[in-house]
T-cell receptor, first 115, second 113 residues
Framework: DGGITQSPKYLFRKEGQNVTLSCEQN?????MYWYRQDPGQGLRLIYY???????QKGDIAEGYSVSREKKESFPLTVTSAQKNPTAFYLC??????????????FGQGTRLTVV | GDSVTQMEGPVTLSEEACLTI???????????LFWYVQYPGEGLQLLLK?????DKGSNKGFEATYRKETTSFHLEKGSVQVSDSAVYFC????????????FGKGITLSVRP
């Protein structure tokens, strides 16, 4: 079945450590996105990528980094510079970001907790 | 910039009650409008969408009409079920070539038997 797979589902990190969240899609989508979800704040865009080897900062990119070496994969690294990393992280993809009437498809999310 | 405003929640209803969740937006031109649903511990799923004025999106008994004159896209259902308990997000994608998907804050719906 086609879809987006995020792993792991739950992740615990010690303060000061970097951690990488995985996102893989087999939908042949060009565009991929990372969102952060906090209670009562909706979804906020961290980074997005419209094509392989290219990505742009979203609204809250500080303390995060990404790469897009393959069309299928868009991993997110939460660095020690992110002051409040505990959140639910959602990865999404769409056919093409420039096509305004296309929806985004979401993974099941990764819940990151700093301990 | 683009923005989406949803009514404050949470909302608690009895089974078979009518549901309306308000959503208004600010955007230039003619954005595409979406409703997403999120069940506990899961990602978001597209519930319905509308891409031009006066379009009605519908799915699983839910409906929403794209109202350009009132910049609204209210979600309605005539008879809710316990299984409809979830968080509902209104979203828009603007007209521009590089427009992003902008979400409202979401509203939690709880349906009791």
């Amino acid at each position: 079945d086609g879809g987006i797979t995020q792993s792991p589902k739950y992740l615990f990190r010690k303060e000061g450590q970097n951690v990488t969240l995985s996102c893989e899609q087999n939908l042949n989508h060009d565009a991929m996105y990372w969102y952060r979800q906090d209670p009562g704040q909706g979804l906020r865009l961290i980074y997005y990528s419209q094509i392989v080897n290219d990505f742009q900062k979203g609204d809250i990119a500080e303390g995060y980094s990404v790469s897009r070496e393959k069309k299928e994969s868009f991993p997110l690294t939460v660095t020690s510079a992110q002051k409040n990393p505990t959140a639910f992280y959602l990865c999404a993809s769409s056919v093409n970001r420039a096509r305004r009437n296309t929806e985004a498809f979401f993974g099941q999310g990764t819940r990151l907790t700093v301990v | 910039g683009d923005s989406v405003t949803q009514m404050e929640g949470p909302v608690t209803l009895s089974e078979e009650a009518c549901l309306t969740i308000n959503c208004t937006y600010t955007a230039t031109g003619y954005p595409s409008l979406f409703w997403y649903v999120q069940y506990p511990g899961e990602g978001l799923q597209l519930l319905l969408k509308a891409t031009k004025a006066d379009d009605k999106g519908s799915n699983k008994g839910f409906e929403a009409t794209y109202r350009k004159e009132t910049t609204s896209f209210h979600l309605e259902k005539g008879s809710v079920q316990v299984s409809d308990s979830a968080v509902y997000f209104c979203a828009l994608r603007g007209e521009g070539a590089n427009s992003k998907l902008t979400f409202g804050k979401g509203i939690t719906l709880s349906v009791r038997p």
